[in-house]
């Protein structure tokens, strides 16, 4: 008898609990914007709203069932969490971030403390959410990029995804974000686009952060040293040209991935670190054609100039990050920490540490591939 008792009620409990979750949400009750924007309230353009400090704009899908297209929501307030709460007034669905590709950050706003405590406490916001810094106003990028381009939010998240794969750039997400910032000796980088005359997005360089907060930005040049000096992987065109007593005599481009080898020691106070790229590739093209017999040798003339190019950029950036950003940002005191982590870990994020460093830059191009007419 108990045991008859015992399934009836074990198929009671399972008819109630199949048919779905107490607390679900229809889907038809949800939005989901592709992109959201943060940036600086401004008064002027925005409502006037006292004591806004920021503002939000959400861009949303074309809803092919509905028949409308993709569009803008812009909301004012002095936190993320108050604007939310804002648009719960507005609109008759629940904003969700599940579907959410990438999160844009003004320019003016990331020269601020950034505080991304609310996206990391929301379980449905994901961590591989793509991050990039707007030169400008990122309501602006959005603004005027639908104009032209109504997908525009498969555009972005293309040109973040991909375009690292094909060249030497950087790419954040929300979990970097989430750790990197609290890290000892770390602090992040994150792409920076712009619309171009023609509307267009495309990368125009890095944001380069001292923790939380954006202190400057450098350009696609200042870019390609960056990413071969903090030996992030990739792969990407460089030109090069080659000079004989000051005479140009030949110019071409090869294409090549790189690695990173990093050497620490302490020599007379200070920490040297001897930094080797190493980039492997093909030449594409140069204009100075040879005869297989002459092409060889030749090869080693275009790794060199290959190399003194590179060396000389990324000598540039290390004066530069020194003097002007006084931060880490090549991802180097991770190697100090490792030998000497009691000794550093609380003082490796002093603007003395990197300043103080002696950083040596040595580079090796190699050629695997001249092409089909040698």
């Known amino acids: 008898m108990n045991t008859k008792i015992s399934k009836i009620f074990f198929i009671l409990v399972l008819t109630i609990l199949m048919p779905g979750c107490w607390d679900y949400t229809d889907i038809e009750e949800l939005s989901f914007p592709d992109i959201v ?4 309230y401004h008064m002027g353009r925005d409502k006037n709203v006292e004591g806004a400090r920021l503002t939000v704009t959400m861009l949303f899908p074309e809803q092919t069932i509905s028949g409308s297209g993709v569009y803008l929501n812009r909301t004012a307030g002095s936190t993320i969490g108050e604007i939310r709460n804002k648009r719960s007034f507005s609109s008759s669905k629940k904003t969700t971030f599940r579907e959410a590709k990438v999160t844009l950050i003004g320019e003016q706003l990331a020269r601020r403390e950034m505080n991304m405590d609310i996206l990391l406490r929301q379980t449905a916001a994901k961590k591989s959410m793509l991050i ?12 005027k990029g639908i104009e032209k381009d109504k997908k525009l939010a498969n555009t ?9 794969k094909e060249a030497f750039i950087v790419n954040a997400t929300l979990n970097d974000f989430a750790i990197i ?10 792409p920076l686009i712009e619309l171009n005359e023609n509307k267009e997005v495309r990368i125009a360089g890095t944001a380069i952060f001292k923790k939380t907060r954006m202190i400057d930005t450098i350009d696609q040049d200042e870019t390609r040293a960056l990413v ?3 030996g992030i992987k990739g792969k990407a065109y460089i030109d090069f040209a080659m000079y004989e007593k000051g005479k140009l005599i030949d110019r071409g481009t090869v294409y090549m991935s790189n690695k990173r080898e990093v050497k620490v020691y302490k020599k007379d106070d200070k920490y040297h670190f001897d930094i080797t790229i190493i980039l492997n590739g093909d030449l594409i093209e140069h204009f ?8 060889l040798p030749y090869n080693k003339k275009i790794e060199k100039a290959v190399e003194e190019r590179i060396k000389k950029e990324c000598e540039d950036f290390i004066v530069q990050m020194q003097e002007e950003f006084k931060v880490d940002c090549i991802d180097i005191s991770k190697f100090a920490l490792a030998k000497w982590r009691s000794q550093l870990e609380k003082e490796i994020d002093n603007e003395d540490f990197i300043t103080n460093a002696v950083i040596n830059v040595k580079v090796k191009a190699k050629l695997d591939d001249i092409g089909e007419r040698t």
Do not use: C, H, Q
């Open 288 to 295: 100075n054609i040879k005869n297989f017999d002459e092409m």
């Open 228 to 230: 071969l000096l903090s």
């Open 132 to 143: 990039a810094v707007v030169k400008g106003r990122g309501d602006d990028l959005l603004d």
């Open 156 to 164: 972005i998240v293309d040109l973040l995804r991909v375009t690292p």
């Open 181 to 190: 910032p609290f890290t000892p000796g770390k602090n992040m980088v994150a």
């Open 37 to 40: 924007a943060y940036d600086t």
